[in-house]
T-cell receptor, first 111, second 116 residues
Framework: EDKVVQSPLSLVVHEGDTVTLNCSYEVTNFRSLLWYKQEKKAPTFLFMLTSSGIEKKSGRLSSILDKKELFSILNITATQTGDSAVYLCAVRLEYGNKLVFGAGTILRVKS | GAVVSQHPSRVICKSGTSVKIECRSL??????MFWYRQFPKQSLMLMAT?????????EQGVEKDKFLINHASLTLSTLTVTSAHPEDSSFYICSAHLAVGADTQYFGPGTRLTVL
């Protein structure tokens, strides 16, 4: 069974802290790994990773994939209260464009 | 670009009625759309894959006669929850696959269904 596991399940930090969110996966046919941010409504796309060791960066957020060890991390530096959200990791399978989601990490940034 | 809309955003209905939810890709064509369900504090669970012009592919455990999916055009897919019951109350989210550029799924804003 295809599986995506995220850790921690929840996290509370103070503004300015750096956080690292983890995502590990076991799937039959891996194509890519995606990170989404979900606030009160539907998820918004952050990153798509297909190759190991190549960091994707967008402002204070960055992410990297390790296809040998089957995991990815999402880093957020200098956190702000606006970063409070659920961060979802999903793996796209090779056939049919299907996404398998992890349970998410609830991040709360306190001012 | 890559905007997906859903309508309605919120619906409250009586038990036994049917509810239709629309998902539209506003600025791109999507041959494939997906329907997800999300319970409070849980992740997204894929219900079905909707392909334009053909029958939807349902995930294991999802009743195809209860959750009717129609993908009549490249920009519109509909999910109809038939004879809704309180246990069908949930957050329903659609996504549309954009095959060029980012080559990924873009999500609609979701529909909150409450069945009384």
């Amino acid at each position: 069974e295809d599986k995506v596991v995220q850790s921690p399940l929840s996290l509370v930090v103070h503004e300015g802290d750096t956080v690292t969110l983890n995502c590990s996966y076991e799937v039959t046919n891996f194509r890519s790994l995606l990170w989404y941010k979900q606030e009160k409504k539907a998820p918004t796309f952050l990153f798509m990773l297909t190759s190991s060791g190549i960091e994707k960066k967008s402002g204070r957020l960055s992410s990297i994939l390790d296809k040998k060890e089957l995991f990815s991390i999402l880093n957020i530096t200098a956190t702000q209260t606006g970063d409070s959200a659920v961060y979802l990791c999903a793996v796209r399978l090779e056939y049919g464009n299907k996404l398998v989601f992890g349970a998410g990490t609830i991040l709360r940034v306190k001012s | 670009g890559a905007v997906v809309s859903q309508h309605p955003s919120r619906v409250i209905c009586k038990s036994g009625t049917s509810v239709k939810i629309e998902c539209r890709s506003l600025d791109f064509q999507a041959t494939t759309m997906f329907w997800y369900r999300q319970f409070p504090k849980q992740s997204l669970m894929l219900m079905a894959t909707s392909n334009e012009g053909s029958k939807a592919t349902y995930e294991q455990g999802v009743e195809k006669d209860k959750f009717l999916i129609n993908h009549a055009s490249l920009t519109l897919s509909t999910l109809t929850v038939t004879s809704a019951h309180p246990e069908d109350s949930s957050f329903y989210i659609c996504s549309a696959h954009l095959a060029v550029g980012a080559d990924t799924q873009y999500f609609g804003p979701g529909t909150r269904l409450t069945v009384l």
